[in-house]
């Protein structure tokens, strides 16, 4: 379906709307240059916003050329575009945006034998690893942003990451670039020799040597602009070689200008080279060939903590001597940060105490006897240059270093989770100094900052000399957009002093570019400039990026005239500094448009579209309350479209690591839409779920063959828009709290135990009470078989709120919380545990209620909310030796595949449930990293939203239990998932509490 075309906004350029008509002839991808489009596009991770003039998805190569064809010939710019994820601005330009993501994202070529790949810009980095792992291959340089950086875009900002002193730049590794040149022509670009380089500059070859090729006269010379690239290269190349030696520093590990750096007169000449590091300003790559790397064959860490930043960057010029393969930093407030994100804080088992800095140290070899003799060289080297203390755990368990490298890796949006408005910024983010200078530069950039009164985070690639420091500064105010440009200027000065440059790894951009002059000095920006204008003589790729330079207190996307509207919220976020500030914790880092790991965005996983991803939401939801899209208002359709598709997984509340909370934003952006707009009939069902199922249960089976009958199948699909392609839950007569009751009057008291442990309160959720007792049944016998004492926690509200809150009904909502609460806070009170079984019902009173309800008692209630695997494991000491289960009798018992709900994933984490099941003697446990099965409570049930919710489960859980082949059991503790897998899969699932109870022996 092809998207809007249409162009509105108050200052059209003259012909843009002809562009536009004549590029959606032109291309079979979608054109949009809508105003809401280039809101979601004005943005990336950097400090800026910049309203692109439209937006265009080529589908090929054909497409591209013809795309910037058009825009030549009607002048205006072109912004080449990956993910978006950028730092220093180059990917936000008053430009058409080509977005080379969405489908030119697969690998056209592989040579194993060879070591190289070829691939089309927009596919991801891991993607791209992903199949070269295969072949024991790998890209060596490897950019924190690999799942979601493209291909295109690692080259376009010549990125590298944490092992580049093994690896080098990604410009090291580009063999061939094919591309479509500034005024539409092709052009390829590989290594050839000095004398076929002044062939196609059209010049005399030294010697005069004729060019040949298999004995054949070579093709004739390029004409037109290839050839005049060609030319311009080779006389800069031949005539300032002196300009070239002078100008760049002497570091290796640097980003900025253009890279003459390499190019020698005699010496074979690959403009792909010149092109790495180019931000999309000169020409548009549409196809690279990259030279690929060994995988190690194995590593250990040794992770070594000090009491001061400087001891610890004093130690690494000593470590690097015994050859390490990285030495990555982490200060104390990246640390600190990262404890106050769940997600990320559960990965912390590699820290003791709280030093001031940590360096991960890594070597290769093929077995933890081998690394061993290594990394203690490099532990006493350590000891031997540090000014203090030294503490050291070594790490050979591949787990424990993943948990390192996940926390690391995050780095980036961590420091960002920083609430508030005084932010840690990037625009010094990776100034780069050789490592004997590193201590050196670095105290002295702390001065500069005390003197600014800007505290910072460092952190990252300490081995490279390349630290990411981020000042902490509020760009809403006038002082500290001043502070910004005057602590840039003066770190800019010590670069120029230790030998360093401004950029080691994030690209000139908005940031760098206007003190390229001063970091390269004249002559060689002069060049530069030469070589831009060279390949783009018209300036349309990507203008003032690299030369020619803004300011960087120019376009901010927080500027001290940027302000939002005011909104009265239901949820209470004192926390965040408010509703505008709970929406401003999204940074632009792009976690969320990651495809093969984790649950966030689901929806951004299928589609593929910035609209649906947790930042496009972001996004939308910003520039409508600062009023950034002319006649946008808060409460207009297309914001509600935006965010319609968020499943409210919370997955971004764990796995964005800014701690972006979408769910809770849609759920009080929804209670604003209904007051205005008025609550749909479908709206009040699904959001008064537990009633209607108290209904149905008090009728059934009469309400199950009506509900379930063609023709009320038919009227709920037609007119509620509940899909009937899926089935409904079944009612059960015997409700969990008639067999809690009945049980007590049958057996004396189902609540007592000889071996009483205690009190345990278990929720009886409206799915389990009344649509699925049995769960809850075998919850009781088996927590009763355990030792506790059992009691049916009351609902005075009628329910937990879950379904209530989302559908947007945030004040019934509140009014069952308020009475819950009221009810539970004396009961827990003496430390008896909440238990639940559903864990979007259970999640709700630990997450949301003291949200909506402030207070001690909500946290109290919340303290006392556990999930019935959280609290088994929590009592494993104490319970010793009743743990005893029985083993399989087939191999369906013998192997479980678990798939987690998403609430349980984001908020408690899937690891209890894992190691409660591995309880089971003589079985096999087996988690499916699957993301979101798709139907999100009630999400698949909604007719507008049943293929997507497909398409969802579809990508990995589907595939997952298909390959079981009818065997094993399928483990999942979420109602609405279990429905989603038996409607797409015919499998049936369980809940764990069901299996635990049946081989537990008693």
Known sequence: MQASRNISGEHVPEGLRALAADLSRDISGEVRFDDWTRMLYSTDASIFQIMPLGVVFPKNEEEVLATVERCAAYGFPVLPRGGGTSLAGQTVNEAVVL???????????????????????????????????????????????????????????????????????????????????????????????????????????????????????????????????????????????????????????????????????????NLARLLAGSEGTLCTMVELELGLVERPPGTSLAVLSFDSLLSALGTVPAMLAESPSAIELMDSMLLGLTRKQPEYA?????????????????????????????????????????????????????????????????????????????????????????????????????????????????????????????????????????????????????????????????????????????????????????????????????????????????????????????????????????????????????????????????????????????????????????????????????????LDLCLECKACKTECPSAVDMTRLKTEYLAHWHHEHGVPLRTRLIGGIDRLNRLGSATAPVSNWIAGSPPVRWLLDRLVGIEARHSLPRFHRQTFEKQYRRAQRGNGDVSSSKMSRGTVHVLPDGFTNYTEPEVGMATVRLLQGLGWRVELLPLPGGTCGRAMLSKGLVAQAVSAARANIEAWAPLVEGGDPIIGVEPSSLLTLRDEYPALIPGEAAERVAASAHLVEEWLLKSEEELGPVLQFRSPRDHDEAHLL????????????????????????????????????????????????????????????????????????????GTSCRHQIVDATGRTAVHPVVILEERLIQ
Not at 154 to 177: A, E, P, Q, W
Not at 492 to 516: F, N, P, Q, T, W
Request: aromatic share 6%.
């Open 99 to 269: 977005d080379l993501n969405r489908y030119m994202d697969s690998i056209t070529r592989f040579y194993p034998e060879s070591r190289s790949i070829a691939a089309l810009p927009g596919i991801y980095l891991d993607r791209l690893n992903a199949e070269a792992a295969g072949s024991n291959l790998m890209f060596g340089p490897d950019p924190a942003s690999g799942n979601r950086a493209t291909i295109g875009g690692v080259l376009g900002n010549n990125g590298t990451g944490s092992h580049s002193i093994l690896y080098g730049m990604s410009g090291d590794h580009l063999k061939r670039v094919k591309a479509v040149l500034a005024d539409g022509s092709r052009a390829v670009f590989e290594s050839v020799s000095w004398e076929e380089a002044h062939r196609r500059a059209g010049l005399a070859s030294p010697g005069d040597v004729e060019a040949t090729a298999g004995g054949l006269k070579a093709a004739p010379p390029p004409v037109g602009l290839e050839m005049a690239i060609y030319r311009e290269v080779v006389r800069i190349v031949r005539d300032k070689q002196p300009v070239i030696e002078a100008g760049y520093s002497k570091h290796w590990r640097r980003v900025g200008g253009y890279d003459l750096k390499g190019f020698a007169p005699g010496r074979p000449l």
């Open 898 to 973: 678990v798939h987690g709900h998403c609430h349980q994933k984001a908020l408690a984490g899937s690891g209890p449930l894992i190691h409660v099941l591995e309880w089971l003697p003589g079985t096999e446990v087996e988690e499916v990293d699957a993301g979101c099965c798709g139907m999100a409570g009630s999400f698949g049930y909604e007719k507008e939203h049943y293929d997507l919710s497909m398409e969802i489960g579809g990508q990995r859980l589907f595939p997952a239990i298909e390959a079981l082949q009818g065997r094993g059991t399928i483990v999942v503790p």
């Open 346 to 642: 559960r990965k912390m088992t590699f820290v003791d105490g709280e030093p001031e800095a940590l360096l991960m140290v890594e070597v290769y070899g093929h077995t933890p006897e081998e690394r061993e003799p290594h990394l203690e060289r490099l532990i006493a080297a350590a000891r031997d240059a540090a000014t203090g203390p030294v503490g050291v755990s070594i790490l050979h368990n591949h787990e424990e270093q993943v948990n390192v490298w996940s926390v690391r890796k995050a780095g980036l949006g961590l420091v960002m989770s920083r609430r508030g408005d005084f932010k840690p910024l990037p625009f010094i983010e990776d100034t780069s100094v050789p490592p004997e200078n590193l201590r050196d530069y670095i105290g002295e950039v702390l001065r500069v900052l005390r003197d600014h009164d800007a505290p910072a985070t460092f952190y990252a690639h300490a081995s490279a000399g390349c630290l990411h420091i981020r000042p902490v500064v509020n760009l809403k105010e006038m002082d500290g957009i001043g502070k910004m440009a005057s602590i840039s200027e003066a770190v800019s000065d010590l670069v120029l002093k230790y030998g360093g440059a401004m950029s080691g790894e994030h690209g000139d951009g908005i940031l760098r570019s206007a003190l390229s002059p001063k970091i390269h000095g004249e002559e060689l920006h002069r060049l530069f400039e030469r070589i831009k204008d060279t390949f783009d003589p018209e300036g349309i790729m990507n203008p003032g990026r690299i030369v020619r330079g803004p300011s960087i207190t120019e376009s901010l996307r927080y500027g001290h005239e940027y302000s939002t509207i005011p909104v009265t919220t239901w949820f209470d976020f004192t926390l965040d500094g408010g509703f505008a500030r709970a929406v401003e914790m999204c940074n632009g880092s792009g976690e969320c448009r990651k495809l093969d790991s984790g649950t966030m965005c689901p929806s951004y996983m299928a589609t593929r579209d910035e609209e649906h991803s947790t930042r496009g939401r972001g996004n939308a939801l910003r520039a409508v309350l600062s009023g950034r899209v002319e006649n946008a208002g808060l409460l207009d359709e297309r914001l509600f479209n935006t």
